[in-house]
Nanobody, 115 residues
Framework: QVQLVESGGGLVQAGGSLRLSCAAS????????MGWYRQYPGKQRELVAS???????NYADSVKGRFTISRDAAKNTVYLQMNSLKPEDTAVYYC?????????WGQGTQVTVSS
């Protein structure tokens, strides 16, 4: 059974920074892709950033230049460094990990950016 445990969300002022972490526990899997999604109330989850096992990254246009995704393969952990945060970044952020056959989600962590 795989669990993705997220941490690092919270309340920050506009222009501030937060770092999200997501650790995969109970895993014998090697994840091909790990990433972060976010969800606004009443909307579908949208990709924020992802990183492959080879280190290739992909970012939503809205966060390019402000957010950085990284991964510690040995710890099965993915990080999202969020800088220059804006009120429109306020959302629930979900960790995602994928193998060829399975997709796993974290429970979500709230990020709130005040203006």
């Amino acid at each position: 059974q795989v669990q993705l445990v997220e941490s690092g969300g919270g309340l920050v002022q506009a222009g501030g920074s937060l770092r999200l972490s997501c650790a995969a526990s109970g895993s014998g899997f090697s994840f091909s892709v790990m990433g972060w999604y976010r969800q606004y109330p009443g909307k579908q989850r949208e990709l924020v950033a992802s990183i492959t096992s080879g280190g290739s990254t992909n970012y939503a246009d809205s966060v390019k230049g402000r957010f950085t995704i990284s991964r510690d393969a040995a710890k099965n952990t993915v990080y999202l460094q969020m800088n220059s945060l804006k009120p429109e970044d306020t959302a629930v952020y979900y960790c995602n990990a994928r193998t060829v056959m399975y997709t796993f989600w974290g429970q979500g962590t709230q990020v709130t950016v005040s203006s």
